[in-house]
């Protein structure tokens, strides 16, 4: 199946694996809006807005730059407001925005708490709030409207909470928010999804993991593409689910995933955290 002539909202898109996404969309013709922070050029981050809106184009879509700081709601809501105006509704929503700390309770100040806690958290909720009016025309249209968070599956091991309580805290409350609107929404026709790779992905992020070795990740690529196989999937059949991504490609018939190495050949990669 095909995103052609589907609108994405797409936050944190500016770089990384929320950029991936965009142009896999875009190259089936789609219409994306890049809601991000980052206006003007950072030396030590590549990408903004406008570099991402010009990638969707060239691969092939609708690209609509949208400064917006996912932690306050009103500019969310008139962010929502501009792109259903551009494109005539919004379809897909994918809650990427992200921040992490990987600290422990007494190196965790509280600025950075409640940073992770008003990007993962609030941001997530704010979007999804905003969009689901949207979503909703989108399923009386019968277009399949989907929700997907970049979030990891549950779990209550003392393990991944011990090392930065906050953070997975953070990313925690990212994948309750799966839970509970995949319910809420199922009768509306709205799938809402986790995805969450294997292995660490070569970002900006990875350098906030100690320990973090790019040549030992894998491409953003495979998440656009594990996440391209979920938004394609039919919302009433497909909800409620803490998708990995090379088990997501596998599904969807992907046997080889060389191609998604830094390291051309290289087997052994550095695990994600969450993942047991």
């Known amino acids: 199946m095909s995103l052609q002539g589907k609108t994405l909202f797409i936050t944190g898109a500016s770089r990384g694996i929320g950029l991936a996404i965009a142009v896999r969309a875009a190259r089936d013709g789609a219409n994306v809006a890049i ?23 060239a ?30 509704g919004i379809d897909i929503l994918v809650n990427n925005a992200s921040a992490i700390s990987l600290t422990g309770t007494l190196e965790t100040p509280m600025r950075r708490f409640d940073l992770m806690f008003g990007v993962n958290v609030r941001g997530t909720f704010a979007c999804s709030q905003a969009a689901i009016p949207y979503l909703q025309r989108s399923a009386q249209a019968g277009r399949g409207p989907h929700i997907l968070n970049l979030s990891p599956p549950l779990s209550m091991k003392p393990r991944w909470f011990g090392p930065h309580v906050a953070y997975t805290m953070a990313k925690y409350g990212m994948s309750m928010c799966v839970l509970g609107m995949a319910e809420e929404l199922k009768p509306h026709g709205i799938g809402v999804n986790a995805l969450w790779p294997r292995t660490v992905i070569a970002t900006a992020a990875l350098n906030l993991i100690p320990m973090g070795n790019a040549r030992l990740a894998r491409k953003p690529q495979i998440m656009a593409d594990a996440a391209h196989a979920v938004l394609t999937r039919d919302p009433r059949q497909c909800t409620g689910n803490f998708f990995i991504d090379d088990e997501v ?3 969807a018939g992907v046997s080889d995933l060389d191609q998604y190495a830094v390291t051309p050949g290289n087997r052994k990669f550095l695990p994600d955290l969450f993942l047991d």
């Open 35 to 57: 809601a991000a922070k980052t206006d003007q050029p950072n030396p030590k981050l590549p990408g903004t807005i406008h570099s991402a809106a010009a990638e969707v184009d």
């Open 249 to 251: 490609l596998k599904q």
């Open 59 to 88: 691969a092939g879509g609708h690209g609509l730059a949208l400064q917006v700081d996912i932690r306050d709601e009103n500019a969310v809501a008139e962010a929502m407001k501009k792109t259903a105006e551009r494109f005539g």
